[in-house]
């Protein structure tokens, strides 16, 4: 069996979320955290040998005390991320296990993620080395400049990227050895740039991202929808479809 590092960056300034007194990783979800119900999704997985939640530095003291009682139950690593993105997962991979063969970077403030789609991601990396989820685009897409449409957009080759994105340990390390100070907005962007090839998984919409407090508040109406495990009461033929 494979083994998986898993990163979960939470060290951004959350300035969409429009909430000042707190930020979108640590809200409350219908009685968790949001970094908590993410993070219970890997933790759990016999295939996941370490788990990184980062954080700004200057949370670290709070989160520790706020969150105390999960830390204690959740065999989680903390560490403190950086000014951007890139620099976060760049600091977390220096501190991920030899041992992983893979590491997935997953984003804390997407906490609508199950097993199932994990499950897919992880098996296409295994097979292709890197995998992404990803979701066409329906929508009609404009580019826009000052407010006015400068063109339709042909949508038939364009994905909205989503988490998580795994990698072989090794790819991963690559790309960053040659980020020189690049900006990426994910990971598999710099991976990119090693010419590396990169599978892509069609994803599910309901793994979205908490940028606003609508999306905060579509998380909370998904939560009783998403997709569960099967249980020994859901084995008959009139189960609900849910249990996949």
């Known amino acids: 069996m494979s083994r998986f590092a898993v990163i979960l960056p939470a060290a951004g300034k959350s300035t969409r979320f429009g909430d000042a007194r707190r930020k ?60 951007s993105r890139a620099d976060t997962v760049e600091r977390a991979l220096a501190r991920v296990k030899q041992d992983a063969d893979f590491v997935a970077v997953h984003d804390a403030a997407r906490p609508l993620i199950v097993k199932r789609w994990i499950d897919a991601v992880f098996a296409a990396a295994e097979q292709h080395g890197a995998a992404i989820p990803a979701i066409p685009l329906s929508s009609t897409v404009k580019r826009v400049d000052r407010q006015q449409i400068v063109e339709t957009v042909d949508r038939s080759s364009l994905w909205a990227a989503q988490t998580p994105q795994v990698f072989a340990r090794q790819v991963l390390l690559d790309a960053y050895a040659k980020r020189d100070g690049f900006e990426a907005t994910d990971e598999a962007q710099l991976v990119e740039r090693i010419g590396q090839s990169i599978s892509v998984v069609e994803g599910w919409p309901m793994n979205l991202k908490i940028t606003t407090q609508d999306d905060f508040r579509m998380a909370e109406a998904l939560l009783s929808v998403l997709p569960q495990e099967k249980s020994l009461g859901a084995l008959h033929p009139f189960s609900d479809e849910r249990f996949l």
Not at 61 to 77: C, I, Q, S
Request: proline share 7%.
């Open 24 to 83: 979108k990783p640590f809200a409350d979800l219908k009685g968790r955290p949001v970094w908590v119900r993410t993070a219970e999704a890997f933790v759990n997985r016999e295939d996941v040998v370490q788990t990184l939640v980062c954080i700004a530095a200057e949370d670290m003291e709070w989160f520790k005390e706020k969150f105390a009682p999960n830390l204690a139950f959740m065999n989680v690593e903390i560490m403190a991320g950086g000014p």
